[in-house]
């Protein structure tokens, strides 16, 4: 009859109101986990210099591919057509698939005190690659010297990179040294003090080199923070052309830039070219 239609969507027309209602809860319930997340992430990147992983796009296909699928209202309504309707069991599928949310907040809150704990030895760990460009010309070891053409040992990793190109400081640090030194060409040396290096137990004491620049834009003493610039990419002293040279000191001895800033940084990918 007319009457028990009326009813009947009348009754509808409550559900569906509860039902936006317990829509618009779980929007704000994830709005706000999600600016939880971004703020934890934010500070532990500032205080380490560490980029927490992303996910990587897949490289497009030529080829035209079919896409598609159901919603989870879809799915829901497969079910049971009723379930659509029911705000109780809407808002149960719908928290229920925001545990990993509670997760990944409680997991970046126990890092977050953690990385506190250690604040000023992360902040002194060359964690972060000091120039934009992300091409090698050569690498640390063993290689054939420009010059002599001779194979002997090449002490730092080299970038390519235009004339000009800005120099930034990988961690916290005092310039130990900011002049020309003979084959360096115009130097920046940092000394960071201790931090913590891939597979070590024990803290390290770290230096960092930046040779052969254009213009050096600090001072000998100056205290500077990550991300600070320290120059600009040149070809000054014993070089074939623009590229920073960079070096690093761990406990008195030179090591390989690569080992920390892969370890910690893998997303910053590297090439040759």
Do not use: C
């Amino acid at each position: 009859s007319f009457e028990e239609q009326a009813n009947t969507i009348e009754q509808l027309r409550g559900q569906l109101v509860e039902t936006e209602q317990s829509l618009s809860e779980h929007m704000e319930f994830l709005k706000v986990n999600q600016e939880t997340v971004t703020r934890l992430k934010n500070k532990i990147i500032k205080a380490t210099g560490i980029t927490l992983s992303k996910t990587t796009k897949s490289k497009r296909t030529k080829t035209k591919t079919g896409r598609g699928g159901p919603t989870i209202l879809d799915s829901l309504s497969l079910d049971s057509p009723q379930a659509l309707l029911s705000s109780g069991n809407l808002r149960q599928f719908l928290y229920s698939n925001s545990d990993d949310y509670n997760v990944t907040v409680a997991q970046l809150e126990d890092l977050n005190q953690l990385i506190n704990r250690n604040l000023s030895i992360w902040r002194q760990t060359p964690t972060t690659i000091p120039i934009r460009s992300r091409a090698l010309s050569d690498r640390y070891g063993m290689r054939v010297d420009p010059f002599t053409k001779k194979r002997e040992h090449h002490g730092g990793i080299d970038f390519r990179a235009r004339r000009g190109t800005p120099v930034y400081a990988p961690a916290d640090a005092v310039v130990r040294i900011a002049s020309r030194k003979s084959g360096f060409g115009l130097l920046v040396e940092l000394l960071h003090g201790r931090g913590f290096f891939p597979g070590k137990k024990k803290l390290v004491r770290y230096r960092t080199r930046y040779a052969h620049l254009s213009k050096i834009k600090v001072k000998r003493g100056q205290q500077v923070k990550r991300g600070d610039l320290l120059g600009l990419v040149g070809s000054t002293g014993r070089s074939t052309g623009p590229h920073l040279h960079y070096e690093m000191i761990i406990n008195g001895r030179r090591t390989n830039p690569l080992l920390p800033m892969t370890r910690y940084n893998p997303d910053q990918r590297l090439y040759r070219h």
